[in-house]
Structure formats: structure tokens, C-alpha cells
């Protein structure tokens, strides 16, 4: 089998690669998703959902990808395509690893208008300008045009040129390449987004009853809004429900960046005996750190000592971009702890969506043999149609929230699914635990191969034919829905943003056709 490229660039250190992998993990996930999703049920029932996923399912995975990229890197393969190809020791493999372009490429297309919303938020708070409570909807509601479709949303919102910006920051520092790209940014970027959050905890944490006549709206209740569970019985209720270990299980791997393919490709440029149980497990610590420490004591209270009672739930979005910005107008130097909360929000998308263009331009570097200069036009000419799409179709976000669903959502599935499958059987027990151990100074106990091989797929299989039960066959009072495909038959911009995806995976499909052609050839030519 041909050798790929054995001169790949390595991470220059294993800090490095521990920020990068945290850079990728600690996104938007950690400050709006994960607040916004816990504190729709009960919270300690949550808490117990979240961390069963994060053992039986957040961290198995993990370590498997770490295991695999490094598989993959060492016999000169940074992709998931070259990497199961390798694995499987068939030309075929190299199809199961599409989704591991596909997901973080089309994941990108989106997360990059997200990132430039907080580029915005933060330009316009360091600019001195608050954004008043009875103007905060409205104006977000404008600023992303979500009130109806068209490229420059009524002629008043910079968005455009703010995720043109956005694109070539990404691009350019991943044309920099692995060191002095992708390590450099996550060795600034994560330490500073940490600082800034703790600078905020600190400050949300000391505000004691910012509006005297509200005193109930006050930190210890604040707190409470968000870590208080509801009581026994609302414990064992959520306990019981499906919906919340979906959701649970679903934070978990968006919020590690595991189930992507992204990890994989970073854990491919380490060195041959790198200790990757430890910088693998400090990568999730550090994660959920963010998460739970700095994400769960940041946006939730701070809305609450806003709103009161009212604070919204449901939507992570309004929860960022609505109702803080009223604290913020509420505060002495608002404008700066305004500035600064979007300064990490854009910070932590930032060392986010770089992970997400990584594994696109590797695959096209070694599966078509082009330079990197030509992999980045080619990533930058998919996505930015991709992205094109989502910000035109602005009305309702309905592009974005179909990508978000289909990609984000279903895909993900599909593929943590398939690597357990590739980890545990392909590569089998007995490589995959001398894979797993080399170089390791933590003791890895056996039964994690035991979790990977047969629970985690199982679980995996489980909740996700609950979850597209749920989804799709909701058999309520009103009959059979077939809520999602209900919709994907009669909307237009449904239609076209599912479309699109479609055309990604055919276009992905030719280059991995043309790849394995390449790779057979260099084979014969040995
Ligand atoms: N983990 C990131 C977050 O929490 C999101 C992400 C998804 C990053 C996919 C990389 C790949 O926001």
C-alpha cells in the first residue's frame, strides 16, 4: 500500500497539539449550547445524562480518534478518507471516511457567519456603542437578516463583509499551515478566551442585585436558575424522558468535536510514540472545564440577572445576542464587558472553525496530490457557494437550521458510528490496544476496549433510532408527523439547503473515486 506523504508537518509540541484539539473542542458549544440546553430540563437529571455520555460515549470516541488519526499520520495520511483506507487495507475504505470531510466542511459553511455575528457584536461594543434592551431584538433580528431572504439584508447590516472577513482570516491561517497556523492562534487564542471568561465569571459573580427593584433578581438566585435541580420527582421525570439523553448525548459530541473526523486529523500530525491517552484526556478535561466551570456559570446567570424568571430558554441564540446585551446596557462600563463577551465568543469560533477546514485540505492534498495553495481555493471555492447559501436564504435561519440538522445533527451519528465500527473490529482488539497504549504513560484500563467495541455502538444505535423517532415519526395527538421530511417536501429554501449538501457529498464522492485511482497507481509504481 502506497506510503502517503511521510514528511508531514507535526505539531511542534504536545502543548501544542493539546490547545489545538481544546481550540477546536471549546467553540460556541461551551458559552450558548450547553447553558441553553441544560437548563431546559431538570438539571441534575441532565448532569447525570451528560456524563454517562461523556464516559461511555465523549470519551471512548475520543481516544479512538486520537488512535486512528495517529493510526493514519505515521504511515503518512492525514484524513479520515486515507486514514480508513490504511485501516481497512482496502482501496474501498476510503469511502467510509466522506463523512469526515463532509461534516466539518459543511459545518463550516455556517459556523463561519455565526463567528462573524460575534466579530460584529464585539466591533460594535468596543466601538462604544451599547445595544439597549428594547432595541436588542430587533437589531439582531436585522443584523443576521432573519427577517427575510436577499444578500444584503435591506442595504443596513454589514454581515456580508463581516464574514467575508471571517473566510480569510480562516484561510489564511490555515494556509500557515499546522505550527504557524492552526498551533499558533489555539496557543493564544485558548489561554486569552480563558482569561476573558474567568474576567466575566468574576464580574457576573460579583454584581450582587444590579437592578434594586428587582431584588429578587440577584446572583445566589441567578445561580440557582441554572444548577438548582427541580426536586425528586422532576429529577426521575427527566430521568425517564429520551429527549433529554438525546440531547445530552448530542452536546457531548458537539461540544468535544468528536464524531467529526476533525480529530482525527489533528492526532495525525503527532509523533510515532506521542503519550495520546494523556494529551487526549487533557483535551476533554480542559473541554469540559470551559463547559461546565466557565460555560455553565457565564451566559445562563448573566441573562437571569437581566430578566428574572422571564430569561428565555430554548434558543442559545437569543440567550447570547438578545438578552445579554440588556445586562450589558444595565452595567457601568457595559460597553466593555459587552465588548469583551463577544471578543470570547469570536475567539473560541475562531480556533473552532479552523479545525473544521483542516481535514477538507488535507484530503485534497493527499487525495489529488495538489498543493496546499490549490487545496485552500478548492475548500474556499465549495464553501463559500455553501456559505453564499446560507446567507442569502437568511430568512428564519432556515438554511443554517438545515444544515445544522442534517449535518450537524444526523451525520454525526452516522459517523461516530462508523468509527467504533473501524476502531473496534477493522483494526481489531488486539491493534487497536497496542495502538491505544504505545507511548502511554497512563495505564489505559481494558474494559475501555470492551466499552468501545460493543456498548458504544450499541448506545449509539439506540439513541439514535430513538432520536429519529422522535424526529421524524412524532406519533402524537395530531397523528403521524413526519415533521422533518414534511418539511424538506415543501420549502423552498429547505429544498435548496438539503440540495446543496447533497451536491457536497457527490462532489466529495468524485474526489475520493479519483483518490483511490491515485493511490492504486503509487501502489503499482512500488
Ligand atoms: N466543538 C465546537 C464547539 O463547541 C464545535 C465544532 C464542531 C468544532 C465540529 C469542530 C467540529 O463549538
Redesign the pocket.
Given at each position: 500500500m502506497s506510503h502517503g506523504n511521510l514528511n508531514r508537518e507535526l505539531w511542534s509540541s504536545r502543548i501544542g497539539v493539546i490547545f489545538a484539539v481544546m481550540g477546536?473542542?471549546?467553540?460556541?458549544?461551551?458559552f450558548l449550547?450547553f447553558p441553553g440546553q441544560a437548563a431546559q430540563h431538570d438539571i441534575a437529571a441532565f448532569m447525570v445524562a451528560y456524563f454517562i455520555s461523556l464516559l461511555i460515549m465523549g470519551l471512548p470516541l475520543a481516544l479512538a480518534e486520537w488512535a486512528m488519526g495517529r493510526y493514519g499520520g505515521v504511515r503518512g495520511f492525514c484524513s479520515a478518507p486515507g486514514v480508513f483506507r490504511v485501516i481497512t487495507g482496502r482501496p474501498g475504505g476510503a469511502y467510509l471516511g466522506l463523512l469526515g470531510v463532509l461534516?466539518?466542511m459543511v459545518?463550516f459553511q455556517y459556523?463561519v457567519v455565526i463567528e462573524a455575528w460575534c466579530l460584529g457584536y464585539a466591533l460594535r461594543y468596543f466601538s462604544g456603542q451599547v445595544i439597549t434592551s428594547d432595541i436588542a431584538k430587533d437589531h439582531f433580528v436585522k443584523f443576521t437578516g432573519q427577517a427575510g431572504d436577499g444578500l444584503l439584508f435591506g442595504g443596513g447590516s454589514p454581515l456580508l463583509w463581516l464574514v467575508v472577513a471571517c473566510f480569510v482570516l480562516n484561510l489564511g491561517l490555515v494556509y500557515f499551515g499546522i505550527r504557524r497556523g492552526i498551533e499558533l492562534t489555539c496557543k493564544v487564542g485558548v489561554p486569552l478566551l480563558m482569561l476573558l471568561s474567568i474576567v466575566l465569571v468574576v464580574r457576573i459573580l460579583t454584581l450582587g442585585t444590579p437592578n434594586p427593584e428587582f431584588p429578587e433578581r440577584n446572583v445566589m438566585n441567578a445561580l440557582g436558575r441554572m444548577w438548582n435541580p427541580g426536586g425528586t420527582e422532576a429529577f426521575w421525570n427527566s430521568l425517564m424522558n429520551p429527549g433529554m439523553w438525546l440531547s445530552a448525548a448530542g452536546q457531548i459530541f458537539?461540544?468535544?468535536?468528536v464524531g467529526?473526523g476533525?480529530v482525527i486529523t489533528y492526532a495525525s500530525y503527532v509523533r510515532h510514540n506521542e503519550d495520546i491517552v494523556l494529551s487526549g484526556t487533557t483535551a476533554v478535561a480542559g473541554?469540559e472545564f470551559c463547559?461546565v466551570a466557565l460555560g455553565g456559570m457565564l451566559t445562563l446567570p448573566a441573562a437571569f440577572l437581566f430578566l428574572g424568571a422571564a430569561v428565555p430558554l430554548g434558543s442559545a441564540m437569543g440567550l447570547g445576542f438578545v438578552a445579554l446585551p440588556g445586562l450589558f446596557a444595565m452595567l457601568p462600563m457595559g460597553h466593555i464587558f459587552g465588548g469583551l463577551f463577544f471578543l470570547l465568543l469570536f475567539l473560541?469560533?475562531l480556533t473552532?472553525?479552523l479545525?473544521?477546514i483542516q481535514p477538507a485540505v488535507a484530503f485534497f492534498e493527499e487525495g489529488l496530490g495538489v498543493s496546499r495553495k490549490v487545496a485552500i481555493v478548492l475548500v474556499c471555492a465549495i464553501c463559500s457557494a455553501g456559505t453564499g447559501i446560507v446567507i442569502y436564504f437568511s430568512g428564519d435561519l432556515k438554511a443554517l437550521d438545515t444544515m445544522d440538522f442534517w449535518v450537524?445533527t444526523f451525520c454525526i451519528f452516522l459517523l461516530a458510528l462508523i468509527q467504533t465500527i473501524v476502531f473496534g473490529w477493522v483494526l481489531g482488539s488486539k491493534r487497536a490496544w497496542k495502538e491505544l497504549r504505545r507511548g502511554a504513560a497512563l495505564k489505559v484500563p481494558r474494559v475501555l476496549l470492551f466499552v468501545l467495541k460493543f456498548i458504544t455502538p450499541l448506545v449509539l444505535i439506540a439513541v439514535f433510532l430513538l432520536w429519529v423517532h422522535q424526529e421524524f415519526f412524532n406519533f402524537g395527538t395530531e397523528g403521524l408527523h413526519l415533521g422533518r421530511l414534511t418539511q424538506l417536501a415543501n420549502d423552498r429554501t429547505v429544498q435548496i439547503a438539503f440540495g446543496w449538501i447533497i451536491l457536497v457529498v457527490c462532489i466529495l464522492a468524485l474526489c475520493i473515486h479519483l483518490a483511490v485511482e491515485r493511490w492504486k497507481q503509487e501502489d503499482r509504481r512500488k
Open positions: 477546536s473542542a471549546v467553540g460556541l458549544g461551551n449550547r461534516i466539518p459545518i459556523y458537539f461540544s468535544l468535536s467529526f476533525v473541554n463547559e473560541a469560533a473552532s472553525s479545525s473544521m450537524g
